[in-house]
């Protein structure tokens, strides 16, 4: 908080401040009567102990390793307290705001207000801002806001001001392909190394892809996508959609996810979430999160194919969105994000790691090309975070790649920086089925990440039943077991990332790298592995 902003009202102080976005244009104020929806973050209590929590349950070898806490339990443990929910509310209905509503954790306050009234309760104006990707979209004309003193002392920022949706890792079309050229999911089996007939059957097994920005799936797409290439799975389907969606404008990344996570994680439950979308000042991120904090049942393992760079996020926001991913990792869920797909990177002379890939607390899927055997996709976006320091889980791993000789100039990237991807999948010719068509060839991490989820979805069936939990959290497991002498992944060795800046980009490498993290899954090893614990 900053109480030298001079646009302030008196007794106001600044809480967040952004940087103009090179690909959202100010296109004209928005009109005084136009309704917003804004989403209070307030400031929770006991982070230490959430994140100790968060460690305990996700450490193989730690005498509380999957003992999952449920919703209910992170509200006892982080919720602001009454005093401050029951402040914020008043100060909003005081403000005229309608349609307030809370959480199960107490820790997000969402209300309606009229532009008029939102100027003058942050002390900004709003603005319409377009991009060529996305509908327009209303935030902050001078890209900052503030609240009173009183207020922002409980508040760690507001929802729906500052930050534009994500662009998502769009999955580049290439051509149209044959199987043998393209991949599906039997040569995906074959090649992480599922048996034939490997089929989920625990009745709690649960897996998801998110849909976001407008990204909606078909159906009987899904439906001649498994009679082509998995015709074992013929009519497995979606078997809960969490938000709206639209089957007659389907998304090539909607399809894409729901064909991969359903063809590889055969006969887990699948479920696809979507935003409301119901306000044109939401961001997918933290309404995502919201809403996943106020739901007590949850899907096992979330795949999020979405991201940018991570300048265009505040480190108010990013830090808040770690809390609401530890609260998901505390109660055992499993959260996969696609790395992106520029390579290394560049803003200002320095490689740009993208976020929410590069969070601490999700797993972040890389790029490989699995012609001719396996190797790094150019695209594969990886790297080292400026935001976020590295993380213990993978001290040994990264610390024995920043020894290889090949590497960008150090002077590029955050040599202390928490280090992404963590793990790889396919993510070149992928095959797709679009408005009834199959062999649409697509590529991006955005093929990769649904692909992993769905061996992680076959991996919980084998620990659920052998009476165990599901995995959770990933990477303290994950960087662990790949210390064990049978290396549970496909090490890719070869190719390297695309670089920026005038730079090569980050090469691949034995064990852990910048560009496939530990590489791609060898199911049979990783079975093994994960019931040891």
């Known amino acids: 908080i900053n109480a030298e902003y001079m646009g302030a009202q008196a007794g106001h102080v600044l809480v967040e401040k952004s940087n103009n976005h090179p690909m959202w244009k100010n296109s004209k104020k928005a009109d005084d009567e136009t309704s917003l929806r804004l989403v209070f973050a307030l400031k929770q209590q006991n982070l230490q102990a959430l994140e100790q929590k968060v460690w305990a349950v996700s450490t193989p070898g730690s005498p509380e390793y999957g003992k999952y806490l449920t919703v209910y339990d992170i509200a006892d443990m982080v919720a602001p307290s009454e005093q401050s929910v029951k402040k914020l509310i008043q100060w909003l209905e005081s403000n005229g705001a309608v349609n307030i509503q809370t959480v199960i954790t107490k820790d997000f306050v969402s209300a309606n207000v009229k532009v008029s009234q939102a100027s003058q309760m942050l002390s900004t104006s709003f603005c319409w801002f377009v991009h060529s990707r996305h509908s327009p979209t209303?935030?902050?004309?001078?890209?900052?806001?503030?609240?009173?003193?009183?207020?922002?002392?409980?508040v760690d920022f507001v929802g729906g001001v500052l930050h534009f949706p994500a662009i998502q890792a769009h999955p580049i079309i290439k051509r149209n392909l044959t199987e043998g050229v393209g991949i599906a999911p039997k040569g995906?089996?074959?090649?992480?190394?599922?048996?034939?007939?490997?089929?989920?059957?625990?009745?709690?097994?649960?897996?998801?892809?998110?849909?976001?920005?407008?990204?909606?799936?078909?159906?009987?797409?899904?439906?001649?996508?498994?009679?082509?290439?998995?015709?074992?799975?013929?009519?497995?389907?979606i078997a809960k959609t969490v938000g709206p969606n639209t089957p007659s404008s389907p998304g090539t990344e909607a399809n894409l996810d729901v064909q991969y996570v359903v063809g590889i994680g055969a006969k887990v439950t699948s479920w696809f979430w979507s935003n409301d979308k119901k306000d044109n000042n939401q961001e997918p991120w933290i309404e995502w999160l919201q809403d996943a904090t106020?739901?007590?049942?949850?899907?096992?393992?979330?795949?999020?194919?979405?991201?940018?760079?991570?300048h265009t996020w505040t480190i108010e926001y990013v830090t808040r969105c770690n809390v609401e991913l530890q609260k998901l990792a505390a109660r055992?869920?499993?959260?996969?994000?696609?790395?992106?797909?520029?390579?290394?990177?560049?803003?200002?002379?320095?490689?740009?790691?993208?976020?929410?890939?590069?969070s601490p607390y999700v797993t972040a899927v890389g790029g490989t090309d699995p012609s001719f055997g396996e190797s790094a996709a150019g695209l594969s976006s990886g790297g080292f975070s400026n935001y976020f320091v590295r993380p213990a889980y993978q001290t040994t791993a990264v610390a024995q790649y920043l020894?290889?000789?090949?590497?960008?100039?150090?002077?590029?990237?955050?040599?202390?920086?928490?280090?992404?991807?963590?793990v790889a999948a396919a993510a070149e010719n992928v095959l797709i089925c679009q408005y009834g068509l199959c062999g649409l060839g697509v590529a991006g991490t955005s093929c990769?990440?649904?692909?992993?989820?769905?061996?992680?979805?076959?991996?919980?069936?084998?620990?659920?039943?052998?009476?165990?939990?599901?995995?959770?959290?990933?990477n303290p497991l994950l960087y662990q077991i790949a210390q064990q002498s049978?290396?549970?992944?496909?090490?890719?060795?070869?190719?390297?990332?695309?670089?920026?800046?005038?730079?090569?980009?980050f090469p691949a490498k034995a064990g852990w790298d910048?560009?496939?993290?530990?590489?791609?899954?060898?199911?049979?090893?990783?079975?093994?592995a994960i019931l040891a614990f």
């Open 138 to 154: 209303i935030r902050s004309c001078e890209r900052q806001y503030s609240l009173p003193s009183e207020v922002a002392s409980i």
């Open 188 to 237: 995906l089996r074959t090649k992480y190394g599922i048996p034939e007939g490997t089929y989920s059957t625990h009745a709690n097994n649960t897996q998801c892809v998110t849909g976001f920005l407008d990204q909606w799936f078909s159906p009987s797409d899904l439906s001649v996508f498994l009679k082509t290439y998995s015709p074992d799975l013929e009519g497995q389907a």
């Open 294 to 310: 106020n739901t007590a049942t949850l899907p096992l393992v979330f795949s999020a194919s979405y991201g940018e760079g991570e």
């Open 332 to 358: 055992g869920i499993t959260v996969l994000a696609a790395s992106g797909d520029n390579g290394a990177g560049c803003l200002n002379n320095k490689f740009e790691a993208n976020w929410i890939a590069g």
């Open 403 to 422: 020894k290889q000789t090949g590497l960008p100039s150090s002077s590029l990237w955050n040599a202390t920086g928490r280090g992404y991807p963590d």
């Open 448 to 474: 990769a990440s649904p692909i992993f989820a769905g061996v992680v979805g076959l991996l919980n069936d084998v620990r659920l039943n052998a009476g165990k939990p599901q995995l959770g959290f990933l």
């Open 486 to 505: 049978d290396y549970p992944f496909n090490d890719i060795t070869s190719g390297e990332g695309e670089g920026g800046c005038g730079s090569h980009g």
């Open 514 to 528: 910048a560009v496939t993290g530990l590489g791609s899954p060898n199911y049979a090893k990783l079975a093994k």
